[in-house]
């Protein structure tokens, strides 16, 4: 159990570095009602800009929409006890895609970066895998009178090098967006033409061919200014008194640093850095025993920003 909690204080640490998430019900939980078949979308605040029909799946379903098993596989929500589905494109040559689109709590700000994150995985069902997977944040919003691929370029392409084909666990997108200033709706899928995609056949079960990808915890944030510092923490020291890397130090960028905190795998807190000790550990706790050799966590704080894990340093005798 401590170990368990130790990973959500983490998780926990690391997403208060960004800010607010404009993405209101980020992660489908809020809906009308409870999804039953396939094309079945009831999520409050998102909808299809386009013909084609996104599903939703949610543990509340008592036919195949559910979670974590529904008709095109089993798979636990990333959060909470929902998510959607969509398929992404085929390999036809008739571009034909689905989307999904919402309005954000608040518009961008010009010349401001955002980060904009999202998880996806693979529905068992599929025997393809694609690329290609995108965000396009707009003024307006999108609309279409048919199934094909909407004709913009979006801002993030996620994964235009590299195919997903991971179906056990999710995957987690995340990219920086420059604002012009403005947006307001954001819509995601492929915008890619067929001619444009990569596919990968990844096994032959023979039900649904075309990539089709569960989509949870959707994420845009305006990019805190404490996520410009880039200081470089050494992963790996040796306080065995050899002469020989046997003090760990901070590198790089360590203005405005206050403290750095060492929390060991139960997540307590083993040792406090400061200026007054150089931000340097010799390898023991505040009570100046020696720890044990295995993975210790680390956690900055600098001023006016939140407590931020940044790493792992693996203490070796």
Same mark, same amino acid.
């Given at each position: 159990?401590?170990?368990?909690?130790f990973?959500?204080?983490?998780?926990?640490?690391?997403?208060?570095?960004?800010g607010q =998430?404009?993405?209101? =019900?980020?992660?489908?939980?809020? !809906?009308?009602?409870?999804?039953?078949?396939? #094309?079945?979308?009831?999520?409050?605040?998102?909808?299809?800009?386009?013909?084609?029909?996104?599903?939703?799946f949610?543990?509340? @379903?008592?036919? +195949?929409?559910?979670?974590?098993?529904n008709?095109?596989?089993?798979?636990?929500?990333?959060?909470?006890?929902?998510?959607v589905?969509? !398929?992404?494109?085929?390999?036809? #040559?008739?571009?034909?895609?689905?989307? /999904?689109?919402?309005?954000?709590?608040?518009?961008? /700000?010009?010349? +401001?970066?955002?980060?904009?994150?999202?998880?996806? @995985?693979?529905?068992?069902s599929?025997?393809?895998?694609?690329?290609?997977?995108?965000?396009y944040?707009s003024?307006?919003?999108?609309?279409?009178?048919?199934?094909?691929?909407? %004709? &913009?370029?979006?801002?993030? %392409?996620? =994964?235009?090098?590299?195919?997903?084909?991971?179906?056990?666990?999710?995957?987690?997108?995340?990219?920086?967006?420059l604002?012009?200033?403005?947006?307001?709706?954001?819509?995601?899928? &492929?915008?890619?033409?067929?001619i444009?995609?990569?596919?990968?056949?990844?096994?032959?079960?023979?039900?649904?061919?075309?990539?089709?990808?569960?989509?949870?915890?959707?994420?845009?944030?305006?990019?805190s200014?404490?996520?410009?510092?880039?200081?470089?923490?050494?992963?790996?020291f040796?306080?065995?008194n050899?002469?020989?890397?046997?003090?760990? %130090?901070?590198?790089?960028?360590?203005?405005?640093?206050?403290?750095?905190? &060492?929390?060991?795998?139960?997540?307590?807190?083993?040792?406090?850095?400061?200026?007054? %000790?150089?931000?340097?550990?010799?390898g023991?706790?505040? =009570?100046?025993? &020696?720890?044990?050799?295995g993975?210790?966590?680390?956690?900055?704080?600098?001023?006016?920003?939140?407590?931020?894990?940044?790493?792992?340093? !693996?203490?070796?005798?």
């Open positions: 159990m401590k170990k368990s909690f990973f959500l204080v983490i998780a926990q640490i690391f997403f208060s570095a960004f =998430n404009l993405v209101p =019900n980020p992660s489908f939980e809020e !809906h009308d009602s409870c999804p039953q078949y396939l #094309g079945d979308f009831f999520v409050k605040d998102w909808y299809s800009p386009t013909l084609g029909s996104p599903d939703y949610n543990d509340c @379903s008592t036919l +195949e929409m559910g979670v974590p098993y008709i095109l596989g089993n798979q636990e929500a990333s959060d909470g006890s929902a998510y589905g969509f !398929h992404l494109s085929d390999f036809s #040559g008739t571009n034909v895609r689905e989307y /999904i689109q919402v309005k954000l709590n608040e518009q961008l /700000i010009k010349d +401001e970066f955002y980060t904009v994150s999202l998880n996806i @995985s693979l529905a068992d599929c025997d393809f895998a694609c690329n290609n997977f995108a965000a944040l003024v307006d919003s999108l609309t279409s009178s048919d199934w094909l691929n909407l %004709n &913009v370029i979006p801002q993030i %392409n996620f =994964n235009s090098q590299s195919i997903i084909s991971e179906d056990s666990s999710w995957v987690l997108l995340i990219d920086t967006l604002a012009q200033g403005g947006e307001k709706f954001l819509t995601i899928g &492929v915008f890619a033409n067929d444009s995609m990569d596919w990968m056949k990844i096994k032959d079960y023979n039900y649904f061919s075309a990539p089709y990808y569960f989509l949870d915890n959707v994420n845009v944030s305006l990019l200014t404490c996520d410009e510092f880039k200081s470089d923490y050494p992963n790996v040796t306080p065995n050899d002469g020989k890397n046997d003090f760990w %130090n901070p590198n790089g960028d360590i203005s405005e640093l206050e403290a750095i905190y &060492v929390l060991n795998r139960w997540g307590n807190t083993v040792v406090k850095l400061s200026e007054e %000790n150089g931000f340097s550990w010799d023991k706790d505040e =009570n100046k025993k &020696v720890v044990c050799s993975v210790y966590y680390i956690v900055e704080e600098r001023e006016g920003c939140p407590l931020k894990n940044v790493g792992v340093i !693996h203490l070796i005798k």
